[in-house]
């Protein structure tokens, strides 16, 4: 059993537990091993610490950490490391923890009871005792909440801040938290080949010799969507300059709060040498309340409809009426490959709203088969501008997996990278970095072409009619 908890649940519990990593393994689970005290104090007495999880039916997930370990019929116990938390309201991301005040009476062990916080001067968090039976896929608790008994429940008024006053959960969960065997200082998280001018170059030559076969398109293109400020035209100005060897800024870029750019805007890419490669990187407009690309323009954009340069007006979406509107596109118009690009330094504080929108285009891109990544930028903040550490450092590898869970990306299609920025020479880690991130993109790109028809100009298929004719019955 793998359990609930997500990596990011885990890297938020270690910082609140610290003295460094932890390694989680699950014990018991209500769903797999039944709610039942018996079955509980089976699975969870004398495994030292552990972390107990609790996810109720409207999205809110909160639980209990103690150092010392359960076993039946011991009573009050003794633990001033252990505290109670919360990791989400209503499905909101809502991190708090709360400390134990009176460390005489932090956990009651009882034979009877499942997992219980405070003591038998009153019980902070008693979630259930004896046997629970599922109704529906749903438990419900029958225990007992007392609020700030013995624990310290700072920036919030009740209980029902916590658990919204529903006691019916979907899942609860005990863990098992240990001390992680240290991996060695140079241990690498990906597989990748040491940099240095040699390797940039090898690189940039393979890139240059991937080219579409069978004559059905001229060049793969790959859309960039994200945040405003999330680095997609400084990508652009990146990549450009790694294969010109010189610092360019092709893409306007900067900050503020609305998109620089407003338009469907392609790059295409040529070498020092004027040698060209056969990749379009498109701009699009960053992703904002009001002003950015909505649904139905990332559907079109998607499948071809709309042209290169067109301007997006936020207050009038494109339409089948509008003369830009290409009505037959072909499959060198249509998008080969979507890359969300995230910056590392604001994942954590990206608007909800945000990440719902990045997972309905992520759906719709799945519909449509058409292969995904994502770029992470910024990532010399996190690695104190040592970007030789990027593939060894565990805050990459954690952030990598911190995407995954938010959105379901698999870990093979996440890649770091620096941009240029403020620089005005050349620098190994950064052309690297990027390279090494198109290179795999546009494999990705060339996998979904290989599996297209050898006819360019094929009709849309059913999920392309499906959008057209929707998009004509909503104007």
């Given amino acids: 059993m793998t359990g609930l908890l997500r990596d990011s649940d885990k890297t938020q519990l270690e910082q ?113 005792s004896g046997i629970i039976n599922s109704s529906g896929g749903l438990f419900q608790l029958n225990g007992s909440f007392t609020f700030g008994k013995n624990y310290t429940m700072s920036g919030i008024s009740n209980w029902n801040d916590i658990h919204n006053g529903n006691l019916k959960i979907k899942e609860l969960e005990v863990y098992s938290v240990a001390v992680r065997p240290q991996e060695p200082a140079n241990h690498k998280w990906r597989k990748v080949p040491e940099w ?33 400020g999330s680095g ?19 893409a306007l ?15 295409v890419f040529k070498s020092a040498r004027e040698q060209d490669f056969h990749v379009k990187i498109c701009d699009t407009r960053g992703l904002e309340p009001d002003f950015g690309i909505d649904t139905m323009d990332f559907t079109f954009l998607l499948d071809g409809h709309i042209p290169e340069k067109y301007k997006f007006h936020a207050e009038e979406p494109i339409s089948l009426n509008d003369p830009a509107f290409v009505t ?49 930028t910024k990532v010399d903040k996190a690695v104190a501008q040592n970007l030789e550490t990027v593939y060894t450092s565990s ?30 020479t050349m ?20 996998d979904h072409i290989e599996n297209q028809s050898t006819d360019s100009t094929y009709p849309p298929n059913e999920e392309e009619a499906h959008d057209l004719e929707a998009a004509s019955e909503s104007i």
């Avoid at 007495?45 to 972390?51: E, I, M, S």
């Avoid at 062990?109 to 019980?123: D, H, I, V």
């Avoid at 170059?201 to 059905?216: F, N």
């Fill in 16 to 128: 609140w537990i610290g003295q460094g990593q932890k390694q989680f393994t699950l014990l018991y689970s209500a769903t797999s091993d039944g709610c039942s005290s018996q079955m509980l104090h089976e699975k969870c007495d004398h495994q030292g610490a552990t972390v107990t999880v609790v996810y109720n039916e409207v999205g809110s997930v909160f639980g209990g950490y103690t150092s010392a370990s359960w076993a039946a019929g011991m009573g009050d116990t003794r633990d001033d490391k252990a505290f109670l938390f919360q990791l989400k309201f209503s499905n909101k991301e809502t991190c708090r923890k709360f400390p134990v005040a009176n460390y005489t009476y932090s956990t009651f062990l009882n034979e009877k009871y499942g997992p219980t916080f405070g003591g038998s001067n009153g019980y902070d968090m008693h979630l259930f």
């Fill in 196 to 228: 240095n001018k040699k390797v940039v170059h090898e690189l940039m030559q393979e890139v240059q010799l991937i080219k579409p076969r069978h004559g059905l398109i001229q060049d793969y293109r790959i859309v960039l969507i994200g945040p405003v």
């Fill in 232 to 250: 997609k035209s400084s990508f652009c100005n990146t990549i450009n300059s790694v294969f010109k060897g010189r610092i360019t800024h092709t």
């Fill in 253 to 267: 870029c900067g900050e503020g709060k609305h998109s620089f750019t407003k338009t469907y805007q392609p790059y």
């Fill in 328 to 376: 037959k596109p072909e499959l060198t118009d249509k998008v080969h490959c979507v890359v969300f690009v995230l910056d590392v330094s604001t994942l954590q504080k990206l608007d909800p709203e945000k990440q719902a929108q990045i997972i309905s285009f992520r759906n719709i891109t799945m519909r449509k088969e058409i292969p995904q990544a994502v770029i992470l």
């Fill in 395 to 424: 805050v990459i590898a954690k952030t990598l997996q911190t995407v995954c869970d938010m959105f379901g990306f698999p870990k093979q299609h996440v890649f770091p990278v620096k941009n240029y920025g403020d620089e005005l």
């Fill in 427 to 446: 620098d190994d880690g950064v052309n690297f970095l990027a390279l090494f991130a198109l290179r795999q993109i546009m494999y990705l790109s060339v």
